[in-house]
């Protein structure tokens, strides 16, 4: 279940896309062709819907002398861009930290890409997609997000995490030299997903800028407005999502944590549904094992490494209860019937 604004994405974003379109080109009246808006509305209004953003995006990239004017607007996107969640961000203690914190809270900001969090042996991979099943990112706008994600990444840790990688789910465009300098490492184009894999020895780095009673105060802001967008969510939907966009975090103290609840309220607002965490957990990790062992190449070890599972047998048994079958098995059955 993905939590998505109600009244749509920061119109501040488009406000800085529209300037430096401006400084580009010297004028931006063709930016909102075909979206229903107008300069004044974008200035006076705090919120942009996620098709009246998107189209913006394409008409500023076919207007713009640059090729890779998203990629350059991403560099410029800095993390006092985004408010509150930015602050957040950039005060944590750590890269880990503070990506948790932009997949839990990025919704109270934009309502067109959402992040997820997947664990693997080497690292975090940090995957972007679309908020909206069925309606795609189109390539201007994901470019920007992949550029101000690696930015945001680089001034976090103060320098540029060595290993680290980019897929881009959308083949190579012509200004791809280009990518090199401004995300700074290597670009796999035409992948089946948008993601950045980071290094395992870069994500319990201390953040420079880490500062405890800000960062404090700013989470207190997201969690404020998030609470806005949950209000509809019963208890065991609201752990579900945070499950789901950071598959890190699988223990009941980090969900609490994530939700502004002690251990103890959690618990029993799921005793109160009808619901239990185990349950919850077992059913979440039931369906991601299910759909790695169909649509991965991984080892079984992989995969049960990805689900918290150090010890492959302990991952086996789990699987035999929930299915009835080992893991292997499970694979080699539905290779039979393709």
Not at 81 to 97: E, I
Not at 237 to 242: I, N, S
Not at 274 to 283: E, G, L, T, V
Not at 317 to 328: C, K, N
Request: hydrophobic share 35%; charged share 25%.
């Amino acid at each position: 279940m993905q939590l998505i604004h109600p009244f749509g994405t920061s119109s501040h974003y488009m406000k800085l896309v529209a300037a430096n379109l401006v400084l580009d080109v010297g004028d931006a009246p063709g930016l909102f062709v075909g979206t229903g808006v107008d300069f004044k509305q974008i200035k006076d209004s705090e919120r942009i819907d996620a098709r009246s953003l998107s189209r913006m995006y394409d008409n500023a990239a076919d207007m713009s002398t640059r090729t890779e004017f998203n990629l350059h607007m991403g560099s410029l996107f800095h993390l006092s861009t985004h408010g509150p969640l930015g602050l957040a961000v950039q005060t944590a203690p750590n890269l880990l930290s503070a990506l948790r914190i932009l997949v839990r809270f990025s919704c109270i900001r934009e309502d067109f890409v959402r992040y997820r969090l997947e664990r693997h042996r080497a690292g975090i991979t940090l995957v972007l997609e679309s908020a909206r099943p069925g309606d795609p990112v189109g390539q201007p706008q994901m470019e920007l997000m992949l550029s101000m994600t690696c930015h945001m990444i680089d001034t976090l840790l103060g320098h540029h995490p060595h290993g680290m990688r980019v897929t881009a789910a959308y083949p190579a465009p012509e200004h791809r030299h280009l990518y090199q300098e401004y995300l700074k490492c290597p670009v796999k184009f035409s992948a089946d997903r948008n993601e950045i894999l980071i290094p395992e020895p870069h994500l319990r780095c201390p953040c420079p800028q880490g500062n405890p009673q800000l960062h404090t105060d700013a989470l207190n802001q997201c969690r404020a407005t998030y609470r806005v967008l949950e209000d509809t969510l019963d208890i065991r939907a609201r752990v579900e999502t945070v499950m789901e966009f950071d598959k890190t975090v699988l223990h009941l103290a980090e969900v609490a944590r994530q939700l502004g609840l002690s251990t103890r309220t959690l618990s029993r607002k799921l005793q109160q549904a009808n619901a239990s965490f185990q349950s919850i957990r077992d059913n979440h990790l039931k369906g991601v094992a299910a759909n790695l062992i169909r649509d991965s190449k991984q080892t079984m070890e992989d995969i049960g490494y990805r689900l918290g599972y150090h010890d492959a047998a302990n991952f086996r048994r789990a699987f035999l209860r929930w299915y009835g079958q080992t893991p292997s098995d499970y694979r080699r059955r539905l290779r039979q019937n393709r």
